[in-house]
Nanobody
């Protein structure tokens, strides 16, 4: 099993920045076996994909609405994935969830508990 714990959320004014972090732990866990991602869920909305980074940090993908503003990265020595969020907008307000995805031998996802990000105007 994999446990994911997010941190770094909070209240920020529009145009500001936050950096989220997600630390992965487990009794039997190899961080580099997992692609990592961030999702978010705004009140009354479905959970939305935000960004992902491959196992060794080579490839990243972002939802169009955050391209140029958010950066996902990972530190495999610390079993941690980050989401640097700049130029925040009120529409970025959501609970942000960390996701770990294993593809081999079968796809499996693990989720964190979420961290609240609130952007005021």
């Amino acid at each position: 099993q994999v446990q994911l714990v997010e941190s770094g959320g909070g209240l920020v004014q529009a145009g500001g920045s936050l950096r989220l972090a997600c630390v992965a732990t487990g009794r039997t866990f190899t961080f580099t076996n997992y692609n990592m991602a961030w999702f978010r869920q705004a009140p009354g909305k479905e959970r939305e994909f935000v960004a992902t980074v491959r196992r060794y940090g080579g490839a990243t993908y972002y939802v169009d609405s955050v391209k140029g503003r958010f950066t996902i990265s990972r530190d495999n020595a610390k079993n941690t994935v980050y989401l640097q969020m700049n130029s925040l907008k009120p529409e970025d307000t959501a609970v942000y969830y960390c996701n770990a995805r294993r593809g081999i031998p079968l796809r499996r996802d693990y989720w964190g508990q979420g961290t609240q990000v609130t952007v005021s105007s």
